[in-house]
């Protein structure tokens, strides 16, 4: 499983066995937290099936969401210089992973440049999003980020269903993509409904968390 990893693939077969010994796959179920603000921090995680959202709370005690984390990615990894943790990793459904001691995990950044560059690189990605968003919130209008949340959830984790539709099943309440969007949970629901009624996207009442989008050009 640790194979799948692309921010493990610089490692060798001798030390992917070594992290596979030192390595505890566990589950988390739906709305659990893997680890909250405050925590002592005592591992890195991998996640092997299902969906995470990471955040913090704000001044007036709202939820920031920073990220949400799929299959195959790594979280909780910017340790650096952290005795606790200072967001949270809370499952959007039941999840599978692994957890990487912290002893261990220092361990393979000081043997492996490669891995170092690669967790750099992810953290400077993460960074990256957070400042676009920053931008998105003073320069875009609503409509148009949450537009553009459904565009970047199609390009990570849409199905392609016939020629040009996507199916997009992304756990997520109206709040919380208020919180990633930087808008108000009213909002989303009237943006969804207008982008329904324009024949962009569809869903279900029953089933709102499954977006079909019909033609993702026009969500640009």
């Known amino acids: ?24 796959f566990f589950k988390v179920q739906k709305g659990l937290p893997t680890y909250n603000v405050g925590d002592k921090v005592q591992a890195v995680y991998c996640l092997q099936k299902g969906s995470i959202k990471i955040g ?13 984390v799929y299959p195959g990615e790594m979280f909780g990894e910017n340790v ?27 361990h393979m950044l ?40 459904i565009k970047e959830l199609a390009d990570k984790r849409g199905i392609k269903i016939g020629i040009e539709e996507i199916l997009v099943n992304h756990k997520l309440s109206h709040r919380e993509i208020a919180n990633i969007t930087d808008t108000s949970r009213q909002t989303v629901a009237r943006v969804l409904s207008e982008l329904k009624e324009e024949n962009i996207i569809h869903f279900s009442p029953r089933k709102p968390t499954k977006i079909l989008i019909r033609d993702i050009m026009k969500l640009t």
């Open 56 to 68: 913090c709370a704000t001044i007036e005690d709202k939820q920031l969401i920073k990220n949400i």
């Open 80 to 106: 650096f210089n952290l005795d606790q943790r200072t967001d949270f990793a809370v499952a959007l459904e039941d999840c599978q992973l692994f957890s990487i001691p912290l002893n261990h995990y220092n």
């Open 110 to 149: 000081a043997t492996n440049p490669a891995l170092r560059e690669a967790i750099l690189n992810q953290m400077l990605k993460n960074l990256k999003a957070l400042q676009q968003r920053r931008q998105n919130f003073v320069f875009t209008k609503a409509k148009n980020r949450i537009m553009g949340f």
């Open 1 to 24: 499983m640790l194979k799948e990893y692309e921010i493990l693939e610089s490692l060798d077969t001798q030390t992917l066995n070594d992290l596979a010994e030192k390595c505890t």
